[in-house]
């Protein structure tokens, strides 16, 4: 999604107000009223105050992205920015913080959750993005470099540079061999690992086959239009880590089929640097759980849902708490269907909130999802993302366990009710910090385990 083509430098403004109330006050009113009419000004503004109060949308880089769905907006986006001086009172019960940037997002689409956590990562403490922006020295500058950071960019001499560098005869070599191989071998689609290099814009000159998808953790990654991009984190430096989450990601959003074959192309990460190629055979490497794409997710789980607590888990996995990694299990599925199956071990922290305000789809519930998995037991979700419970027992018939020795209660619970339950479910291992999917009672590892 492209925010930018929703956002006019008209919309991007200078706030005057020294209150957060105030702000969004200012950037509702540059909205047109052929986008949001007068009379829902005041129902929005109540709206956004009130989310704020629930989950606060402030990122520590010192950007703020209020947001709200409003049904009746005329556009399926509605975006305002407004550059702040100082610190400003965000919500009532806490001292004034320092703000730099108000994005305002808008939407009368209930599923905008996932185009918010694409905007917010572009927005986060180590976002050269947000250097750009907080250090544009006037407000025309300041307009460019918004519209910069959500408008697709286009190569340059410069680029063409950084990208080849010294590796350049080698990166090239690459990529024909590449084009090559997944001919010979009838893929159909080539797979590439953006964050393998340091400066991505070149490569779609030197790389002509008709499907490709990127993998990358920035969104704002240029590509060509036509090429996929699956959004996926890389918590390590090692070839190729990404894969299998991508190709995860990409079964559930339908961007890869079961019958493909895929040539992979990578590289350490951020070395700039492509020197290794393979070639996935989606339907071999998925036998244990693949069987069409319609029994891969249960239904009426949708596939964003699955990519966000992927993105969770892993974080879970690698970063966890003190360097360790945080064991914990993510049910997935109808909740109705789930409800005999758990047992609330403490009293439901999620019980009584908002269903916006306890979805998995918003970027802001993270760290509340990450805290929660500190706790015994299973976190509950449903298919539309919303978060059922923390801290749940699973209790089911006794089966017969068919997992691999130096599993425990953990592996056994998400095995037991992925068999009595239409539900996918992960796990991360406390020891090893490998994420293992359980689908129908078949399990699949889709991280490497750790080392050290």
Not at 82 to 105: H, M, Q, Y
Not at 356 to 366: A, C, E, K, W
């Amino acid at each position: 999604m492209r925010l930018g083509s929703f956002l006019t430098k008209s919309r991007i403004i200078e706030a005057g107000s020294p209150d957060f109330k105030g702000v969004l006050a200012e950037l509702l009113a540059v909205i047109p009223e052929s986008v949001l009419p007068s009379k829902l000004r005041a129902e929005a503004l109540r709206g956004l105050i009130e989310k704020e109060d629930a989950v606060s949308t402030y990122l520590e880089s010192g950007v703020c992205v209020p947001h709200i769905l409003i049904p009746k907006l005329k556009r399926k986006y509605a975006v305002a920015v407004g550059r702040c001086r100082g610190k400003i009172r965000i919500r009532a019960n806490e001292e004034p913080k320092d703000v730099s940037t108000v994005f305002l997002l808008l939407s009368n689409d209930a599923s905008y959750m996932e185009t918010l956590s694409l905007f917010t990562k572009l927005f986060s403490s180590d976002s050269e993005v947000v250097e750009k922006i907080k250090n544009a020295p006037d407000l025309a500058s300041y307009r460019d470099a918004v519209l910069g950071a959500l408008r697709p960019q286009t190569a340059t001499a410069k680029d063409a540079e950084t990208f080849w560098g010294k590796d350049g005869k080698t990166n090239k070599l690459v990529l024909a061999s590449a084009m090559k191989i997944a001919k010979v071998a009838k893929c159909s689609m080539i797979m590439l690992m953006g964050d393998s290099f340091k400066n991505f814009a070149d490569v779609p000159k030197f790389l002509d086959f008709d499907k490709v998808a990127v993998v990358s953790d920035n969104p704002a990654l240029p590509k060509p239009e036509k090429w996929q991009m699956i959004n996926v984190k890389a918590f390590s430096p090692l070839r190729f880590s990404q894969v299998r989450s991508a190709i995860m990601i990409g079964i559930t959003r339908g961007i890869i089929d079961a019958k493909d074959r895929i040539c992979c192309i990578g590289g350490v990460l951020g070395s700039g640097l492509a020197d290794s190629i393979i070639v996935l055979d989606i339907e071999k490497e998925f036998s244990s759980i693949f069987k069409g794409r319609k029994n891969l997710l249960p239904d009426g789980v949708k596939p964003e849902v699955i990519e966000r607590v992927i993105g969770i888990a892993n974080e879970l996995s690698v970063e966890g708490r003190e360097g360790k990694p945080v064991g914990s299990i993510f049910v997935i599925g109808d909740i109705e269907e789930l409800r005999p199956h758990i047992k609330q071990l403490i009293l439901n922290p999620f019980y009584g909130y908002k269903p916006d305000d306890r979805n998995i789809l918003n970027p802001f519930m993270d760290e509340t999802v990450k805290e929660y998995s500190l706790i015994d037991g299973a976190i509950i979700i449903g298919g539309n993302g919303i978060l059922e419970a923390a801290g749940a027992l699973i209790h089911t018939p006794d089966f017969k366990l068919q997992l691999p020795g130096g599993l425990g209660a953990r592996h056994a619970a998400a095995y037991s009710i992925s068999l009595i339950a239409d539900c996918i479910v992960f796990a991360v291992s406390s020891s090893t910090g490998q994420i293992t999917l359980f689908r129908k009672g078949q399990m699949l590892p889709i991280s490497e385990k750790r080392k050290g």
